[in-house]
Structures are given as C-alpha cells and as structure tokens.
C-alpha cells in the first residue's frame, strides 16, 4: 500500500509539471522586453525584423505583413544571448552608421528602446556585436530568413 502512494505521488507530481505551461505570446501580445535584430534598406526600403522574449519565443516582421511567430529558440539559450547582451552593454553602445542596406540589433524594454545599427563600409562594426548578429541569424535557420 505505501509502495502505491509513492507511485500515484510521484505521477501526481510529474503530471504537474508535464501540462504545466510555461507563457506563451502571440505575435500581438509580445512582452515589451525583447531582443530584435535584422536588415533593411536597398531599392524598396523594406526591412526585415526578428525579435525575440525571453523565453525563447521569436517573431519575424517584414514591411507591413503581420508577424508571423517562428520556432522558439531553447530557453536556456536564449537567456544566454540576453545575458551577452546584457554583458556588452548594448544600451550604451552609440553606434548608428547604416549604408544603403543596413543590419541592426536592438534591445527594447519598457523603458524604450536602443539600437545599433552598420552598414556603411567606413564605419565597420565592433567584432563583438557581429559576432552576437550571427549568433542570432543562426537560430532563426537559413529556411525561415
């Protein structure tokens, strides 16, 4: 009998956390803190934004389309990104120099937002905020840019 209760306790519990939901976003409700990166410019202007919560959830936005929600991206992972981020001090980063087709990253939160943005080809970007670009670019997948 006591062999029955552990078992039916620990299926309780597990069956706790197994349908436990973990929040979710629409591509309508996003949190305002955020990650968001991409590129624009050229002969149409248009721009191509992918943004990311906390938990993982991305978003791609492109002109005037609606966002589409993307895969998530691991939890751990990217808390990992905004910790980096976090750790170059991204906000105090005064870096705006686009060309003619241009990438960015920005950080947003409910106090604004900050974005670094390069393209011009005598301003080339710090190593460390190309490097964290291309970090962020191989999540999303070359299928889904």
Not at 61 to 70: K, N, T
Not at 72 to 81: L, T
Not at 134 to 144: A, E, R, Y
Request: aromatic residues 12%.
């Amino acid at each position: 009998m006591k062999y029955i209760l552990i078992v039916l306790a620990l299926f309780a519990t597990a069956s706790l956390f197994w349908f436990c939901k973990h929040t979710r976003y629409t591509a309508q409700n996003f949190p305002a803190r955020q990650l968001r990166w991409g590129k624009g410019g050229g002969i149409t202007g248009m721009e191509v934004m992918y943004a990311m919560a906390e938990n993982g959830q991305v978003i791609k936005s492109e002109g005037r389309a609606l966002p589409v929600l993307l895969d998530d991206v691991k939890r751990k992972k990217a808390r990992g990104i905004f910790e980096t981020v976090q750790m170059l001090e991204l906000q105090k980063i005064d870096f705006k120099h686009p060309g003619n087709t241009y990438s960015f990253i920005e950080m947003t939160d409910s106090t604004g937002n900050h974005r670094v943005s390069w393209g011009a080809a005598d301003f080339p970007v710090d190593s460390k905020i190309q490097d964290i670009y291309q970090q962020l670019n191989s999540l999303i997948g070359p299928d889904k840019k």
